[in-house]
């Protein structure tokens, strides 16, 4: 199986801040990587797909890139609605496997 | 409106089944793969099984593989999860998840419902 880490597990920044997220996959995974929002007590939300790819109707402030095995998600300017935790996920093989998560919250 | 809405969830002691359902609106689901998510109380989230358009293909977790079964009725446009012999690891919110979680991502999620084993 393919073991998904990230880093931060948290962190705390303020609205215009540029937060930075990374994603690392146990092996080289090409650009089979996707990255969900979820707010507290709702579903998960796609933000990335294949790495680099916004989901239609995501903010233009959000970005992703990498290949192989490292991988990040970048909000240019962060936004009051954007506290919320950060999920990286593997497409490359079942089972499909998340990371752990990244809490980020009001500084 | 596109829409993933489950039922079924709620308390069972531990050892038992339920069978989670997953109807969807304004799209055809026999045109998609389709899975499970689930999520632990405070914890991330772990893929719970997929199944192929055609219901031909379906994979599931290990810690569920005997116990899980997916399945869909193209027909009735559902989804569903067996679960037999629940137990207390297997408390979570349970989300219907339109896609295989493969290269384009999955972007459409049900609101979720919950599933507790407890005695």
């Known amino acids: 199986d393919i073991q998904m880490t990230q880093s931060p597990s948290s962190l705390s920044a303020s609205v215009g801040d540029r937060v930075t997220i990374t994603c690392r996959a146990s092996q080289n995974i090409g650009s089979a990587l996707n990255w969900y929002q979820q707010k507290s007590g709702k579903a998960p939300h796609l933000l990335i797909y294949?790495?680099?790819n916004v989901e239609s109707g995501v903010p233009s402030r959000f970005s992703g890139s990498g290949s192989g095995a490292d991988f990040t998600l970048t909000i240019s300017s962060l936004q009051p609605e954007d506290f919320a935790t950060y999920y990286c996920?593997?497409?490359?093989?079942?089972?499909?496997?998340f990371g752990p998560g990244t809490k980020v919250d009001i500084k | 409106e596109l829409q993933l809405v489950e039922s079924g969830g709620g308390l069972v002691q531990p050892g038992g089944s339920l069978r989670l359902a997953c109807e969807a609106s304004?799209?055809?689901?026999?045109?998609?793969?389709m899975s499970w998510v689930r999520q632990a109380p405070g914890k991330g989230l772990e893929w719970v099984a997929s199944?192929?358009?055609?219901?031909?293909?379906?994979d599931h977790v290990d810690s569920v593989k005997g116990r899980f079964t997916i399945s869909r009725d193209n027909a009735k446009n559902s989804l569903h999860l067996q679960m037999k012999s629940l137990r207390a690891e297997d408390t979570a919110v349970y989300y219907c998840v339109r896609g295989s979680l493969g290269l384009i991502g999955a972007d459409l999620w049900g609101q979720g419902t919950l599933v507790a084993v407890s005695s």
């Open positions: 996920q593997q497409s490359n093989s079942f089972p499909r496997t």
């Open positions: 199944i192929k358009q055609d219901g031909s293909e379906t």
């Open positions: 294949g790495a680099s």
């Open positions: 304004g799209f055809p689901l026999s045109s998609y793969w």
